[in-house]
């Protein structure tokens, strides 16, 4: 196994001819759980599809888990971050069967080995009370627990999370967010997960990577989150408080 | 009734055509493109009579027309809201074409008739033979491309990152809806293809049926539904496309109860 999950070297990725990331350089390291922060629009979302080979690249090469961009995505768990609303009168198992090598043609059928993986993974989230439940019927949160559940089906290397805990409530948030941090510690995953509130995943992840403006940041949370880091990255001054807490706070002061 | 031929011919036409509809409509349903459906069925009417006034055999405009106009809306990368006002502009087009040839024809009115509202009593065999292999064709095209179809119809985003090739998924199966199309309008006309495409589909939705079940029940709701008004329209001498929607509503509507009773033990 490499020691390095993601290697990017002087990336550039455009979205519709526009260049969303410029010359990004970084690597992440097996095992590591990183925070993808940064306003909407930076790239955040065109980072992770870049990461599967989704986006061509301007310049530059990524490597994940030692290949090029969308070789292989047997490794790799996927969460996207638009939900379609197609469905609502089936069921949150059969959502999660479509997926089994729905890539392949021929007729949806399940074999034994795929309900037993979508069982466990179910299980691994605390979400089999939805599975009998319509997609209709669900809340967004609901929803959002059975799609972590599936970018774990088959016990992924890499785990590529697009704002998994939007629009959850706080305190389903916070364990979603810990239980997550729990299973990929145990598996030795590797986990990029983008979050608008940062808080949420403090304590769980070991980084932060942070997109703004076309650049990013990757580091502790001590080293990213400071004043200086993200007033550079921003090019306006930008405050990051901490509360005694340990929450943090960013705001920009000069508007 | 059986012992006359064009009865017997009728109700081979309507199995043959409901075998498709339904899963297609399951499909169809399930993706909410029942619009874009509605759309296709107008566009084929526009071929018919386009080929009809060239002196060709309707039914090839008919399935030319409905299965290129599918392939040709899977095509655009557009949003869903604005795909709405172009299915819409092009559904007028059509319809506007498709009066216009019938107007250049001497013998519209019959034509006319037999395309909006059905003909399915003047089935002849050579038709019921096209309609034998469109439907075979169409089942096993359906049955190759149901398992990404699901997929992508569910997951888009997710689908495009395990390899599913989601346009062309979605392109073939519009050009499948342009088939069945214009297969069920032998029997219910262009106006009423709703009727046993989308009816029997969204009858399995509301029931809440996995999948596989879903599709099956679809097929077998739209044979039964098309058999039915054969039947009654033999008894009533209503029109046959008359009783397919009459019972095609009524089944939307019990399945409604059905859910509802189910929910409240």
């Given at each position: 196994m490499q020691a390095e999950a993601i290697c990017c070297e002087n990336v550039t990725v455009a979205r519709n001819g526009k260049p969303v990331l410029s010359d990004l350089s970084l690597s992440i390291a097996t095992g590591q759980f990183v925070g993808l922060f940064g306003p909407n629009g930076a790239g955040k979302t065109t980072f992770l599809r870049a990461l599967m080979g989704l986006l061509p690249l301007q310049q530059g090469q990524i490597r994940v888990l030692g290949q090029s961009p969308g070789a292989d995505m047997s490794?790799?768990?996927?969460?996207?971050?638009n939900r379609s609303a197609n469905g609502a009168s089936l069921t949150g198992w059969d959502l999660l069967a479509s997926g089994m090598s729905g890539n392949r043609w021929g007729l949806p059928w399940l074999s034994r080995a795929d309900r037993l993986a979508i069982q466990e993974a179910l299980d691994s989230v605390d979400a089999s009370d939805l599975a009998a439940r319509r997609l209709g019927e669900l809340s967004g949160g609901e929803r959002q627990r059975l799609l972590i559940a599936q970018a774990l089906i088959g016990s992924p290397r890499l785990l590529l999370l697009d704002e998994p805990l939007a629009s959850l409530d706080p305190v389903r948030m916070r364990d979603i967010a810990e239980r997550l941090g729990a299973l990929v510690k145990q598996r030795g995953m590797t986990v990029l997960c983008s979050a608008h509130d940062i808080n949420a995943l403090m304590g769980v992840m070991d980084s932060v990577m942070y997109v703004a403006r076309g650049h990013a940041r990757l580091g502790s949370v001590d080293e990213v989150m400071t004043t200086e880091a993200l007033s550079a990255l921003y090019g306006a001054p930008v405050e990051v408080c901490r509360t005694p807490s340990g929450r943090l706070l960013v705001s920009a002061d000069a508007l | 009734m059986l012992e006359y031929d064009f009865m017997r011919m009728a109700f081979a036409a309507s199995v043959l055509v409901a075998l498709l509809a339904g899963p297609v409509g399951w499909f169809l349903v399930l993706r909410r493109q029942s619009f874009a459906g509605h759309a296709l069925a107008h566009i084929a009417f526009a071929g018919a009579a386009g080929a009809a006034l060239a002196g060709w055999p309707p039914l090839f405009g008919l399935f030319g027309a409905s299965i290129l106009a599918g392939g040709a809306m899977g095509m655009p990368d557009q949003k869903a809201a604005e795909r709405d006002v172009a299915i819409?502009?092009?559904?007028?087009?059509?319809?506007?074409?498709?009066?216009?040839?019938?107007?250049?024809?001497?013998?519209?009115?019959?034509?006319?008739?037999?395309?909006?509202?059905?003909?399915?009593?003047?089935?002849?065999?050579?038709?019921?033979?096209?309609?034998?292999?469109?439907?075979?064709?169409?089942?096993?095209?359906?049955?190759?491309?149901?398992?990404?179809?699901?997929?992508?119809?569910?997951?888009?985003?997710?689908?495009?990152?395990?390899?599913?090739?989601?346009?062309?998924?979605?392109?073939?199966?519009?050009?499948?809806?342009?088939?069945?199309?214009?297969?069920?309008?032998?029997?219910?006309?262009?106006?009423?293809?709703?009727?046993?495409?989308?009816?029997?589909?969204?009858?399995?939705?509301?029931?809440?049926?996995?999948?596989?079940?879903?599709?099956?029940?679809?097929?077998?709701?739209?044979?039964?539904?098309?058999?039915?008004?054969?039947?009654?329209?033999?008894?009533t001498d209503a029109p046959v496309s008359f009783w397919i929607a009459v019972l095609s509503t009524l089944a939307f509507l019990l399945a409604g109860r059905v859910t509802a009773l189910r929910r409240t033990p």
């Open positions: 490794d790799i768990g996927y969460m996207p971050q | 819409g502009l092009v559904l007028s087009l059509a319809m506007g074409c498709g009066v216009l040839f019938l107007h250049l024809m001497t013998r519209s009115a019959a034509v006319a008739n037999a395309l909006l509202f059905g003909n399915v009593l003047g089935v002849s065999p050579q038709t019921l033979e096209s309609l034998a292999a469109f439907t075979l064709a169409g089942l096993v095209g359906l049955a190759i491309l149901s398992r990404p179809l699901l997929f992508a119809s569910l997951q888009p985003e997710l689908a495009e990152a395990r390899g599913v090739r989601v346009r062309m998924v979605s392109t073939l199966f519009l050009m499948l809806v342009g088939a069945a199309t214009a297969e069920a309008a032998q029997i219910t006309g262009v106006l009423l293809v709703f009727t046993l495409m989308v009816g029997p589909g969204a009858t399995a939705h509301r029931l809440g049926l996995s999948p596989l079940f879903g599709l099956a029940s679809a097929t077998l709701l739209a044979v039964a539904e098309a058999w039915g008004g054969l039947a009654l329209s033999w008894w």
